[in-house]
């Protein structure tokens, strides 16, 4: 058996492992009871509701899908024309994961409201499942497209070096570019939404009508809890999903083009193929591992799960490596074993470092918690600064992991860390799509006046979700941060750039431009949720107005409505800014050649990085220093540091929901449509 | 004559030409009446805390010029020790040029007070004249040094072409670095200073004694008004000094580097002195334009008075182009005429755009106004929005002035292009230094309890003083940008790197740490206002506590304790983020080398330049939002959007005031601090 032939076997087995999981805990799921009759219907709206986002989202994303599957066919020559398949492949697999989780998830969390009424360990135990689902079927969902693409090609074009290096490679750079468009409609439009339907939710409900979060009298409380799943499950999903086939793919390039042997290069080629596959058995066994036992916290549960996790990942990636790799090549095992583990240590010390800055209880967000008693301007210059602040170590772990991965192992070793921060995607995805579910058990118990302990056990859950939501936030940017890197040094790779020089005119304004595109993109980020906000603020109270029957709960308010206006104008919002992500690396390309668009691409992924991290970060603070306000600290709810709080938490729910993690879309679309036009700007500059 | 020594002559001109101005000026300020006796006593404390400033500022300087200027004779080898020498020259020409425009400025705020009761007309008078001496003694002492040390270098070393290269210009880049230093403190410090004092002023004053703004009960106003000048004479001034002398220097060194022969590259090299010698008569030209006619507005007086300078400037370069450069090399004098130009329209659209993003009245501020009637959060959200989105179209007027100036005329044209926007600097500071003169006018009729006429005329001179404050901050932001990169381009010259891979890891590395320090100096310069406006706070309530009668005016405040206080925290503060802009460079100079310190160069200065226009716009847009409030725009003056307004203003000081403008010191200070080096690290790296 050829080593691409057995690689093709390894990464069916996992996508089949992690398919297959995702299958039997659906139906383990589905069997679970919901035996409340308003929690059902309520929890119905939510599900109906998020199903709408979904298929209005894939009305806009089909033509935009048949669009570029077309220009790909069309100004790409020969076999290239087929990265065209692979697009759709990318843009489908990604989807039916989002589908996939997003209905799993809006299942569990009904379910996740019943189990709390016996308490932490059966309502973690359904919450989990739901969000390990998400996870499997992302990961599963990847590999199974690559295995389909890899499959055809090795039939229809055999399976050579020069074959892989100049043809499939090429082709299949199309599924990532597939994914990284169904990321941008899932991760902005779904920010747009999530924070449009909040504000409305939360400004006419709470501040003009007076009743309290999570009613069911207020028409914009099931777009609100959609909310949560279009961002947080879809979103985050599209995104990671991106990031880790863009890893993958990005790898595979840069193992061919390492000098050696061809048999060496196609090993090298194909062992990220490998070492994901051996991922998800990985994160299955993570999965497995979470477990509360009662009277034990659930975060040391899910944190059981992925540093277990992590620690299989080191030791399979050692044994493959020895397998696959020992005494091959230039490039010893030992080395691309201490990437991946470079990479797996980053990734955790990032989210530590998130944490620390984001944390209840930390040092910098109880002084922001200080600065709330001094009023709202100094909560938001504490907060910013925070912010800031917080860029920096995660930087400094980015900088190293990839000075360290380079050194141990070149270019290859920084896409090797880059897998190894993703190998164990499954359980860490898993971890961030069970918030959203735990937030929405909260939602549900609360409009379905389930007793105060049943809210008690989903607060739990829910507070531990908010720490996981922020580290997870940390992690997507870390790895879009080096997913883009990589992307990008596949990308001089195929345009066939020997050299660019940083002190070419060109190069330099491109980083000067690039850097700028993040700031624009978050511009038009938060102005949108401004826009849609308002369009959801008007509905709310035209429905208050013509129906005053809602609020004696003598009529029902239109749900459907409120989740239309939000998906309608997240889908119209996300345009401009997605046509920029999308025309921009393309005019650049075309106009100021292949180094100024590596100058953007750089600028790009250094300024967004930051300022997704300084958004991300300044949020989660606000976010929990609101919390630790109304748990008691300073002057406690109600007082005029809580409102402090809330103004900087409203401020923050923009830059963490929506412009920061846009960013991580925009700096790997951008890096991923310049992999895909790199053959034809070869050819258009004559490379 | 030979070229140098022809050089040499009109540089010595235009600085006596400057110099002499400045003096005559002076005394004519000196000779203009303050009658009122409270308006003379108060006016005295200012001058006296800004004296106290000063000098505190050089005590912590002294030693810091003493251990750098040891450093550098001792790391250095042979005739580089001078490096030391023109170190000290420039650290001295930057504090005396500080020292003056301060001392005139606290001396004309009290006389345009007294000159106001006479109209608009005499007071402008005044108050331009002020502003106008500080503006041609930073460029007239700017020349001078350069004039003492070039003819040092002259008589000493000779006057070849290999002299000036390997020498001459090495040794003379000391001369900038002096400059970057005391705008470090001066920007920096001084940035910390004027946001403490305001704040503390603010605080205990207005919201907890309840008494008006510049009242002279409040213990804490008079360090505010000594902030101003601090902060915006000479913080702005040794910003400018520094961009100034930054680019010339720069320009040289690249002039020098251009392909061709000796005389034409020594051509090249002393055509930036002749240039900036040509720029100082036409911005004293501006300057004589500057009359206002009763009936007209003040602003287009000052309009006049720059638009016409760089009129009369353009006339110049193209002149001396033709005179000094027509016929030799290969680059057309009118090519370099044309580079020259596109950086006068470049700093003009840059004035013109930040004008359009923060000024009263327009669209994005409008917008603001609107957000504030929503609340705090809101407000924040879209100033944040329009500082975003401000900051797009000045890059790519920088982009696109790089681009235009390379292709006519080479790396040598981009550095015209900067001392083109540079050239009438001395007109434009004069403008910028009008500001905290009419602002301090307009605090000292508040104070001297002058009638409310006076004060109408002093209010319509401060109302125009923000706008050019606005354009003025973003033109400095634009020439740190420029001035940076040819500082880069120099240091790559100096170092003798012939090539740096845009894809060298530690490039990219470079580049990633690079983007984030402008957010770890901001993020501290934030906090240090906090910490410092801490220390003040406590102060005036010491002060209202221990001294009852200070409210019912039978004891008079301790006015230089504040001061002090602020003048202490700001240095005490200052002093860790200015270690990290000095330290920085070298340790990554000699640990990681000069491609990783080129990395780090360009990615300092692409996200440190974005960061700080939207800093800067963002806090001049709230600025003026709250400004148009108070005037009668939305809700009015006392209302629910006055008070999300005022926190929108709060946020944004420290933006706009402390943590922007020390950015344009971070990234060109770094830049000067490598190009020092350059000599040692290429003898350490072999290069």
């Known amino acids: 058996m050829s080593d691409f032939v057995l690689a093709l076997v390894i990464i069916a087995g996992g996508s089949l492992l992690a398919l297959g999981y995702s299958l039997v805990r659906a139906r383990w799921i589905y069997k679970q009871p919901v035996e409340n009759k308003t929690l059902k219907r309520i929890s119905g709206y939510i599900s109906e509701g998020a199903m709408t ?308 209880d930390t040092k910098p967000v109880k002084k922001i918690v200080k600065a709330c008693e001094t009023g709202a301007a100094t909560t938001i210059i504490t907060g910013m600064g925070v912010g800031m602040m917080s860029a920096f170590f995660p930087i400094v772990v980015i900088t190293a992991a990839i000075l360290l991965s380079h050194f141990v192992a070149g270019l290859y070793g920084v896409a090797i860390a880059a897998l190894g921060m993703l190998m164990t995607l499954g359980v860490q995805l898993a971890v961030d799509a069970y918030g959203p579910i735990a937030d929405n058990a909260g939602g549900l118990a609360e409009m379905s006046e389930f007793p105060p302990e049943v809210r008690e056990v989903t607060d739990e859950l829910d507070a531990v979700g908010n720490t996981t939501a922020a580290i997870g936030k940390g992690f997507a940017i870390g790895s879009a941060a080096l997913t883009s890197i990589i992307l990008f040094s596949a990308f001089k790779e195929q345009v066939g750039l020997k050299v660019v020089d940083l002190m070419g005119v060109r190069v330099i304004t491109g980083i000067l431009f690039g850097a700028v595109l993040p700031y624009l993109f978050s511009s038009m980020a938060m102005n949108a949720v401004g826009e849609a906000a308002f369009a959801m603020i008007e509905e709310v109270r035209r429905q208050f107005r013509e129906k005053p029957g809602i609020l004696d709960e003598t009529e029902e308010p239109d749900y459907r409505r409120c989740v239309d206006i939000s998906t309608a104008s997240a889908l119209k919002e996300m345009l401009l800014p997605g046509i920029i992500a999308v025309v921009t690396p393309v005019l650049i390309g075309f106009l100021g050649g292949p180094k100024m668009l590596s100058g953007t691409l750089i600028g790009v992924t250094a300024s967004g990085v930051v300022l997704a991290i300084f958004m991300a970060n300044s949020g989660g603070a606000w976010d929990n220093a609101k919390k630790m306000i109304e748990n008691g600290s300073s002057q406690g709810k109600g007082s005029e540091a809580h409102k402090a709080a809330v103004v900087g938490d409203t401020v923050g729910d923009p830059f963490k929901d929506t412009a920061g993690p846009s960013l991580n879309i925009l700096i790997k679309l951008m890096a991923i449509i310049s992999l895909v036009i790199a053959p034809m700007l070869k050819n258009y500059w004559g490379l």
């Open 53 to 360: 986002f979904l298929m209005r989202e894939y009305k806009v994303l089909i033509p935009f899908v048949g669009f570029v599957a077309l220009f790909l066919a069309l100004a790409n020559k020969g076999m290239l024309r087929y990265q065209a398949v692979s697009f759709v492949t990318g843009a489908s697999a990604s989807a039916l994961a989002g589908f996939i989780g997003m209905r799993v998830a809006t299942a569990s969390n009904s379910r996740t409201t019943h189990a709390a009424q016996g308490g932490l360990v059966p309502a973690l135990k359904v919450a989990f499942t739901g969000g390990s689902i998400m996870g499997m079927s992302v990961v599963g969902l990847a590999m199974f497209g690559l295995f389909i693409l890899l499959t055809l090609g090795k039939i229809f074009l055999g399976g050579t070096t020069v074959i892989m290096a100049d043809t499939i490679l090429p082709v299949i750079s199309g599924f990532s570019l597939g994914a990284s468009s169904m990321a941008l409609f899932a991760r902005v439009g779904g920010g747009i939404f999530t924070k449009a339907a909040d504000v409305g939710a939360d400004l006419v409900g709470k501040v003009e009508a007076g009743i309290p979060e999570d009613d069911h009298r207020n028409p914009a409380t099931i777009a609100d809890n959609v909310g949560d799943n279009v961002g947080d499950v879809a979103g985050m999903g599209a995104d990671l999903f991106e990031s880790y086939v863009g890893s993958i793919i990005g790898s595979m390039i840069l193992g061919i083009g390492v000098a050696g042997s061809d048999v060496f290069r196609m090993k090298l080629a194909l062992f990220p193929l490998i070492l994901s596959a051996a991922g998800i058995l990985a994160a299955l066994i993570g999965i497995g591992l979470v477990r509360v036992k009662s009277g034990k916290s659930a975060q040391s549960a899910l944190n059981r799960g992925t540093f277990g996790a992590a620690g299989i990942a080191a030791l399979f990636s050692f044994i493959l490596a020895f397998f696959f790799l020992k005494g091959e090549g230039d490039i010893s095992y030992v080395s691309i074993f201490f990437a991946s583990v470079i990479g797996m240590v980053a990734g955790s010390l990032i989210g530590i470092l998130t944490e620390h800055y984001t944390g209840t």
